[in-house]
Each structure stands twice: as C-alpha cells, then as structure tokens.
C-alpha cells in the first residue's frame, strides 16, 4: 500500500515504454525508495528491471567524476589522497555484464534515476544548493545532476563498442544464438522530494548529441494519483 496516497506525482509520458528488460541505476537515499518502485511500477517494469544503487548516482559512475578528499578540511590545497570511484566504475559494468548474460542480452533499457536534495552531490561538490532555505539554488542543481547523468549515459552506450563487451558478445551468441549485442535506450531522470519524476534527456546515440527532454504543456495525463 502506497505510504503517501494523498500524493499527486508527475511522471513524465512523452517516450517510448521500456520492452524488455531494464537496468536502473539509483542513488541509495532511502527517503525515496517506496517513491522509486512507484515510479518503475508506473512505468510497467514491476518484476522486470535489475537495481543497481551507489551514492549520488551517476556523479561517481562517470569519468567527470569530481576529485572527492572525503577526511581533508582544505580541499583547495589539499595533500591527502583522494577517493577512489574506479571501483564504483569497475563496480557498475561488472554488473552490466552479469546482467546481460542472465537476460540473455535483452536488456533493452537503463534508467539513470537522480533526486533532489542528494547528500552525495552536496559531499562531492562541496556545494550546498539548499544554503538558503527560501531560495535554493534548483538551477544549479538541476544542471549538475543533468551533466552528471548525461554523461554517464554516453559512456554506457560507448561501453558496447569496447573490447569487454564484443567478447561478452561472442559468448552470447555462442551460448544464447544472440545475432548482435545491442546497446539500450538510456535515459536519465530526476525526482523531486515529493516523488515526481522529470525526464532529464532522450537517450544519446553515439557521436551525437543528446536531445533534451521538452518538457510539454501540463495536461491531467501527466498527474499520476498512486
């Protein structure tokens, strides 16, 4: 049973519904974990999608991960030595390629899902977006967590031109007769405090730019009461 059932949550409509199966990666906030498989059950991927979770989500997943000094007071001359995310890298596509060989390579989905308020982002960062209570700095915020996730996203499809992934390919076709290892529509999206979710961009296609998601007229069929 929903916890909140007087919540109206937006979700966003205007993309093509996952096929197969899904990878969602997510952060491990827990004020929003009910929100989440709320959201991925609106999206019809109940009993259907692998969850993989880390701390801020994409920001320690991509190769523009900032250079995080986690026990250092002076990160401008700072002598410690920094945090390692290679092994939340490393972490990631391991997991990307048991996935793909339990599903035979059918996954055809990933959802890169941030949120709002991340405690990661405001450690990594060294930014406070919400400093000022009235007025945070959604904007700021909202950037972040767009470049971050987009980001992610290109190096995910660029992962199934690698070396590691047409071997995983070679073995799938030899174990399952997959004829070709395709990469996934990856999107990203960003949820509020309330549930909402804003799609954040279209999958990108390798060499070409992302599109960003249009963000149409508000219309009743986006207000989704759970």
């Known amino acids: 049973m929903p916890t909140s059932p007087g919540l109206s949550r937006k979700y966003p409509h205007h993309y093509l519904a996952p096929r197969k199966y899904a990878l969602v990666i997510s952060c491990v906030d827990c004020r929003l974990l009910d929100d989440l498989v709320r959201f991925l059950d609106h999206d019809n991927l109940t009993n259907r999608y692998y969850h993989l979770t880390f701390a801020g989500c994409a920001i320690g997943l991509n190769k ?62 060294n930014v406070d977006y919400y400093a000022d209570t009235a007025n945070p700095d959604t904007d700021a915020e909202h950037n972040d967590h767009h470049a971050h996730a987009l980001e992610l996203a290109k190096e995910l499809i660029e992962w199934y031109d690698t070396p590691a992934a047409k071997a995983l390919a070679a073995d799938l076709k030899k174990q399952f007769g997959l004829e070709e290892l395709r990469p996934p529509l990856v999107r990203g999206f960003l949820m509020d405090l309330r549930g909402g979710v804003e799609r954040l961009f279209d999958s990108p296609t390798p060499g070409k730019r992302a599109k960003k998601a249009r963000t149409p007229a508000a219309s009743a069929d986006d207000e989704c009461y759970m």
């Open 64 to 125: 523009k991960a900032p250079v995080y000094h986690p026990t250092c007071t002076q990160r401008s001359a700072h002598t410690c030595v920094p945090f390692d995310f290679s092994t939340w890298k490393q972490a990631l596509y391991d997991h990307l390629k048991l996935v793909l060989t339990l599903t035979k390579g059918e996954v055809t989905d990933v959802y890169v899902i941030e949120h709002a308020d991340c405690g990661a982002y405001k450690a990594f960062l």
